[in-house]
């Protein structure tokens, strides 16, 4: 199993831009999170989904849109990016509501 | 609301002592769980030790080991014979427990340490 998978690893943005940040498990996890970690502090959540085709807001949703059409896929998408969501992201799983499983991340500056 | 709050910002301890990272936390709930999470330099998030709330036993993982204080709603974490390897940031994070619970967790700020040879 690859469990959890994070693309890209960096990424650099302008101010305005626009993307996806790729999140997939091969676990077949009906829970899965999307956490971000702006420097020397804890993780925060932003969306997390139950299962395909449900998801909700977390912390910190503002700038951001999920979706999640395959028990596999959670993709993030940042419209318009902000100075402000300069942070590393975090994607989790988890079979039941208990242990998580991570990625590795994926480190995102806009300039 | 939930809260988890970790006071120590950075600690350092030596190779092979032993060391305690604190944790407090604010919760109305009855049922939840507590873990630590390790993350080394490789921003990797690791599960380190996980404590229900119903069991009054203190969890252990070989050095490992949390001492937790329900009524005082504190959650500290012993290191015992500490490595090199060791050298992380640790977070303590709060999840509710019971049939509404959605498996979100909520972290602490963090405490860093370096384990110095």
């Known amino acids: 199993n690859a469990g959890v998978t994070q693309t890209p690893k960096f990424r650099i943005l302008k101010i305005g831009q626009s993307m996806t940040l790729q999140c997939a498990q091969d676990?077949?996890?009906?829970?899965m999170y999307w956490y971000r970690q702006d420097p020397g502090m804890g993780l925060k959540l932003i969306y997390y989904?139950?299962?395909?085709?449900?998801?909700d807001k977390g912390e910190v949703p503002n700038g951001y849109n999920v979706s999640r059409s395959t028990t596999e896929d959670f993709p993030l998408r940042l419209e318009l990016a902000a100075p402000s969501q300069t942070s590393v992201y975090f994607c989790?799983?988890?079979?039941?509501?208990?242990?998580?499983?991570f990625g590795p991340g994926t480190r995102l500056l806009v300039l | 609301a939930q809260t988890v709050t970790q006071s120590q910002p950075e600690m350092s301890v030596q190779e092979a002592e032993t060391v305690t990272l604190s944790c407090t936390y604010d919760?109305?709930?009855?049922?939840?769980?507590l873990f630590w999470y390790k993350q080394p330099p490789s921003r990797q998030m690791i599960l380190v030790i996980r404590?229900?709330?119903?069991?009054?036993q203190n969890a252990t993982e070989n050095r490992f080991s949390v001492n937790f204080q329900k009524a005082a709603k504190s959650f500290s974490l012993k290191i015992s014979d500490s490595q090199l390897g060791d050298t992380a940031m640790y977070f303590c994070?709060?999840?509710?427990?019971?049939?509404?619970?959605?498996?979100?967790?909520?972290f602490g700020q963090g405490t860093t340490l370096q384990v110095k040879p």
């Open positions: 989790a799983s988890s079979y039941t509501r208990g242990v998580k499983y």
């Open positions: 676990m077949n996890h009906n829970y």
């Open positions: 989904s139950v299962g395909a085709g449900i998801t």
């Open positions: 919760t109305s709930e009855s049922n939840y769980y």
């Open positions: 404590q229900e709330a119903y069991k009054q």
């Open positions: 994070a709060f999840m509710k427990g019971g049939s509404s619970n959605t498996g979100k967790l909520i």
